[in-house]
C-alpha cells in the first residue's frame, strides 16, 4: 500500500529525515517509536505534503503509483488519513459541517443530510461523544482527550484506506485510551493499513502491530515485532543507541 524509498526531507534547512525506507502492505499495522525530536512527527506530515517540510531525496508511492509530487488534497482522496498530536481549533464550524465538508470533498459526493446525521450520531455514541459534539465548533474548548477523540471520528467518518496516528494516545485517560484503541482495532483489516506512532502501549490494547519501527535522529534504526515494544518500555532507548554507535 505504501512504499518509502530513501526519503531525506528538511525544514528551514535543518535536515530531519536522513534515508528512511519503508514498506507497508494492506493489512498491516506498524508502530513507530523513538526518543523526543527524533523524526517520527514529520515522517507522517512528509507522507502527507506538509507544506512546512521539503522533500530533498526519495519517493513516496501510494499502491504502485509516485505520489512525490502529489498536493494534501489528492493524498487524502487516494485514501490517506492522517491524525495530528495537536489538533487545531477552529471557531465558526461546527463538527458535522467540517465533516460533511470534508467528506464532500474527500468522496466527491455530497451526503444526505438526515442520513448523514444518523450514522454521526451512531459513530459519536461508539466513542463515548454525546450528541451535542456534532453542533459544538470544532476542537473550541475541547479537553486533550476530546480532541483526540475528533481525530478517530473523522477517522470513521471519512473511512479512508491508509491512516497515520501520531500519538492519538497522548492526553488520553485510561478509558478514553481504551476506546480508541477498540475503535481503531475494529476499523482496520485486511484492505486497511496503519502507521501508529506512539510513546507508550497503551493505545495497542486492542491493536495487535505487524512491525515495530524504532526512529532515532532521522534514521529507522531498529524494526522487529510487537515483543520490541516491551525491551524499549523495559530498557528504554539507551541500549538502541548504543547499537546503532557500534554499527
Known amino acids: 500500500m505504501l512504499k518509502i524509498e530513501n526519503l531525506h526531507a528538511q525544514v528551514e534547512g535543518k535536515e530531519i529525515l536522513k534515508g528512511i525506507d519503508l514498506e507497508i502492505k494492506s493489512g498491516e499495522t506498524h508502530v ?15 507522507i502527507m505534503d506538509h507544506p512546512d517540510y521539503e522533500v530533498t531525496e526519495g519517493e513516496i508511492f501510494f499502491e504502485g503509483e509516485d505520489i512525490s509530487e502529489e498536493s494534501t488534497d489528492k493524498r487524502a ?6 491524525s495530528f498530536q495537536n489538533p487545531e481549533e477552529v471557531e465558526g464550524i ?16 455530497k451526503p444526505q443530510l438526515l442520513e448523514f446525521r444518523r450514522d454521526l450520531k451512531k459513530k459519536l455514541e461508539e466513542l463515548d461523544f ?13 479537553s486533550g482527550g476530546e480532541k483526540k477523540k475528533n481525530e478517530i471520528l473523522q477517522m470513521k467518518v471519512l473511512d479512508p484506506k491508509f491512516i497515520m496516528l501520531d500519538e492519538t494516545d497522548s492526553g488520553l485517560d485510561v478509558d478514553a485510551t481504551k476506546i480508541v484503541s477498540k475503535e481503531v482495532s475494529s476499523f482496520l483489516n485486511e484492505d486497511k493499513a ?3 506512532i506512539t510513546h507508550h502501549s497503551s493505545i495497542l490494547e486492542s ?32 541500549k538502541i543507541r548504543e547499537e546503532v554507535k557500534n554499527v
Not at 513507530?32 to 512528509?46: A, F
Not at 460533511?100 to 470533498?105: D, G
Open 77 to 82: 482522496k487516494r485514501g490517506m488519513f492522517l
Open 94 to 109: 461546527s463538527v458535522e459541517n467540517f465533516l460533511r465538508t470534508a467528506f464532500t470533498n474527500v468522496k466527491d459526493e
Open 207 to 238: 491493536i495487535k502491530p505487524d512491525f515495530v519501527h524504532v526512529m532515532i535522529e532521522g534514521k529507522i534504526v531498529r524494526t522487529s515485532d510487537s515483543r520490541l515494544i516491551s525491551e524499549i518500555e523495559k530498557d528504554g532507548y539507551s
Open 32 to 46: 513507530i517509536m523513538g526518543p523526543n525530536g527524533s523524526g517520527k512527527s514529520t515522517l507522517l506530515k512528509v
Open 130 to 142: 454525546n450528541g451535542d459534539y456534532a453542533q459544538r465548533y470544532l476542537n473550541v474548548g475541547f
Open 194 to 196: 496503519a502507521l501508529i
